[in-house]
């Protein structure tokens, strides 16, 4: 990986609400997240889960992490993950946002993996600071070919709920507005961002969690993203199972 993608990958985009539970997935317990403003989450958002989670991502080259909290300030890394035989050390730190949302969510910080860490096989993620807990993260077997530069890419946190990491402005992250099947894929479509929206120029990963188990039928599942000033040329597969 290079290190200018091992720079955009230490930025985070924030989660959302996604309906369905974390369950089955991962063990161990999150701490509470900061407090903020109040609000009211998106229609189309549903209860949270507080379990921990994890999903591989950008062909096996990173992770993102699940915790539960404001699904506006997920938490940041406080230093650099460690492996140690097949276990992956996280650090989180709180998010340095001041204007929290009050709702409890599922929300993904997205973790670059450190030489060492082989994805074909079981990986244990100790989480240290702001959260603790275990997460258990079933091997790829077969690892995919990394894919292109600011790919988007996605993976199963558990058997609805999956993590899609799409490059765009980090101040302006992409929401769910709608999931159907389109064949035999299934179509995330994000939402048109509103015309007044002040986004930075930056080009960071992005981390939005999706629940596609109503339309995702068994077998594997590639999706097909849409709307939301999301670039991305063709369906993508889902890693990992669920």
Request: contains cysteine; charged residues 15%.
């Amino acid at each position: 990986m290079s290190r200018h993608r091992l720079t955009l990958i230490g930025l985070l985009g924030a989660g959302l609400v996604v309906a369905g539970a974390l369950a089955g997935c991962a063990t161990g317990t999150s701490s509470p997240s900061p407090n903020g403003t109040s609000s009211t989450p998106d229609a189309t958002d549903a209860a949270p889960s507080g379990d921990l989670g994890a999903a591989w991502v950008d062909g096996g080259r990173a992770i993102a992490l699940i915790t539960t909290g404001s699904s506006s300030c997920p938490p940041v890394l406080g230093g650099e993950p460690t492996v140690a035989g097949s276990t992956l050390t996280v650090d989180l730190a709180a998010s340095p946002r001041q204007d929290c949302t009050r709702d409890m969510a599922p929300r993904a910080t997205l973790v670059s993996l450190p030489a060492g860490v082989d994805p074909a096989t079981d990986l244990t993620v100790t989480i240290t600071g702001a959260e603790h807990g275990t997460v258990m993260l079933a091997g790829l077997g077969a690892v995919p070919a990394a894919p292109a530069e600011f790919t988007p890419s996605a993976g199963w946190v558990n058997d609805s709920l999956v993590a899609i990491v799409t490059y765009g402005s980090s101040t302006c992250d992409p929401t769910v507005e709608a999931v159907t099947a389109a064949g035999s894929d299934v179509e995330v479509q994000f939402a048109t961002p509103p015309a007044d929206q002040v986004c930075t120029m930056d080009l960071a990963p992005r981390v939005t969690l999706a629940d596609i188990g109503r339309e995702a039928g068994s077998g594997a599942v590639s999706l097909v993203l849409t709307g939301g000033n999301v670039d991305a040329a063709g369906p993508i597969p889902v890693l990992g199972a669920r």
